[in-house]
Structure formats: structure tokens, C-alpha cells
């Protein structure tokens, strides 16, 4: 996978050559260019951004900065000014648990092609707080593309006709990364990529650890625990030291949905339940309500 940023601030984007982004750029599996907007900029000011029409805070950022960057990276042509980050800072840790274990990489088929659009043309991700809200669902399906650029603005966005007529070259996608705002894209774009490039097959050597993760089955991770068996007093469940993996199952199973219900109650309506997991959430249900009548 081929991944292109373009920012105003580039060296925002360092965390990109870090521990497991790193790791994939090191072993090939992704290549990554960042690239500062400012070299598109034109005039003796290199400015980027202008005042809105219609009035209001802040500024909004130009079209003609951004379409021919953008035309640009499309088309693959390196740009003067582009960075590559294919030489990853070496990271403190040697092989991992993921890269001992070697399980079999598995691909994740469906991709982000809506109706109309040209499978081949490349994946504009524009961050914005305005976007369709980003998740695991679509980290996998980008995780199959071939290209990714990111369009990462500043101020008060970026001039709507860029996205518009991206479209042309682009399979477009403005996405937020939760309700909240930030000042850039640049730290939304590192969430995204981090997301997307952990489901990349030989990224993570043990496939079992995105299979199993929050969200991939719709619930929360139940808790972990490793040694020592006591720590502070504390003292780990012991159904995790019987060694009946059902029984471990079981229980897990059973904290996933403990979990889910007290901190994201939402997520269940989207869950397939199995009749045990009905009757697990209904005991954990009345002993709420049973606690809420003391
Ligand atoms: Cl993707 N960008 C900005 N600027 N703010 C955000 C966001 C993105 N997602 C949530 N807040």
C-alpha cells in the first residue's frame, strides 16, 4: 500500500516512521511519501489559506494550492519538496509475540467502491469533523486499497470545491474521527493510517489479534490479566488459571458483555446474540436493577 500526506505542518507526521508503522515500512508493506503543502503555494507569500466568503471566523484554504497537489499525488509523480519516510526510525523492542507466533495472514474482501465509482482511481481521505464517523468497519475495508492520500487542513477547512472536483480523480471520503474537534487533520490522519495499516496481512504476525479485537465482533474486550498471580493485593480471576478453555471462553464472553452494556450500551443493538448471551445480559441486567432498589 502506497499512502500519501499532504499538511502544512509535515513534521506532524513523524509518528508515521515510528514502532509498528515503522516496522511495515522497513518490511515493504507500505510505502509512505509526506508532502508540505506549501510547496504548491504560489506569490512571495506562499499563502494557503484565504479569508471566507460570507463572513466569519477563520480562514479556509485555497483551491489553487491544493487541486494541482493534489493532481499531482494522483498521478503518482513525486513532488520536489516530498519527504519519504522509507527509512523507519529503529524501535526499541526486537521480535514480539505477534511476529513469534506465524499465523496465516487473511485478507479482508470487501472495498469502499460506491456506484459510479472508478475501482482503480485512488482513496482521498479528507479528515474533518464533518465527516462520516471513522470505524473499524472501515478501517477494513481501506485496508484492501492500493493507494491512500490524505488532505489534511488547517483552520476552518479546506474550500469545498477541492473535495468536489477531487472526485474526478479520487474516490473521495471526508471522515471524522469522533465528536470532538481538533485543530488539523494531521492527528486524525495518524489514527486512520495506524488503524488501517495494523489490518495490512504480515503487519501484525498474529491475526487472532485483530479477529478478537473490540469492535471486530461488535463488543468490547473483556479485561487481561498476565503475571504475577497477585499483585498489590490483587488478585487475577481464577477461572483464567483452571486451564478449561471453555470455562475461559465462557467467561470472557460473559465480561465482553458486562463491558459493553455498562460503557456502550449502543453498540448491543448491532450484536448478534446467541440464546447464552441473552441470558447472560438479562442476569446482569436484574442484578442492576436489583442494586438500583437499595
Ligand atoms: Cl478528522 N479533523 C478535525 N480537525 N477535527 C476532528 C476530526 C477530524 N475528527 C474529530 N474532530
Given at each position: 500500500m502506497r499512502l500519501d500526506v499532504v499538511s502544512i505542518f509535515p513534521e506532524y507526521l513523524q509518528p508515521l516512521r515510528h514502532a509498528l508503522l515503522g516496522r511495515a515500512i522497513e518490511r515493504g508493506l507500505i510505502s509512505v511519501g509526506v508532502y508540505d503543502l506549501r510547496d504548491w503555494a504560489t506569490g512571495v507569500h506562499k499563502s494557503v489559506d484565504d479569508s471566507p466568503y460570507g463572513g466569519g471566523p477563520g480562514m479556509v484554504m485555497k483551491p489553487e494550492v491544493w487541486g494541482p497537489a493534489l493532481d499531482e499525488i494522483a498521478a503518482g509523480k513525486r513532488a520536489g519538496g516530498a519527504e519519504q519516510l522509507d527509512s523507519a526510525v529503529q524501535h526499541i523492542h526486537g521480535a514480539t509475540h505477534d511476529e513469534l507466533s506465524g499465523t496465516v495472514p487473511q485478507r479482508?474482501?470487501?472495498?469502499?467502491v460506491l456506484a459510479g465509482e472508478d475501482p482503480n482511481a485512488p482513496l482521498l481521505l479528507v479528515p474533518s469533523p464533518a465527516g462520516a464517523v471513522f470505524s473499524q468497519n472501515k478501517a477494513q475495508a481501506w485496508s484492501n486499497e492500493d493507494h491512500i492520500v490524505f488532505a489534511c487542513g488547517r483552520y476552518e477547512g479546506i474550500d469545498q470545491r477541492v473535495i468536489d472536483d477531487a472526485a474526478h480523480r479520487y474516490r473521495v471520503r471526508e471522515v471524522s474521527i469522533g465528536d470532538y474537534v481538533l485543530i488539523g487533520g494531521e492527528v486524525a490522519a495518524l489514527v486512520i493510517a495506524e488503524a488501517i495499516v495494523r489490518l495490512i496481512p504480515g503487519v501484525l504476525g498474529n491475526q487472532r489479534s485483530h479477529q478478537e479485537d473490540s469492535f471486530s465482533d461488535g463488543l468490547l474486550e473483556a479485561p487481561s490479566y498476565t503475571k504475577p498471580r497477585v499483585w498489590r493485593g490483587l488478585e487475577i480471576p481464577e477461572v483464567l488459571t483452571s486451564g478449561h478453555h471453555g470455562k475461559v471462553a465462557q467467561w470472557r464472553r460473559q465480561q465482553a458483555l458486562l463491558r459493553t452494556q455498562s460503557r456502550r450500551p449502543d453498540l448491543l443493538e448491532n450484536v448478534e446474540l446467541s440464546t447464552a448471551d441473552r441470558k447472560i445480559l438479562a442476569a446482569i441486567r436484574e442484578e442492576a436493577a436489583g442494586i438500583g432498589e437499595n
Open positions: 479482508y474482501d470487501d472495498r469502499d
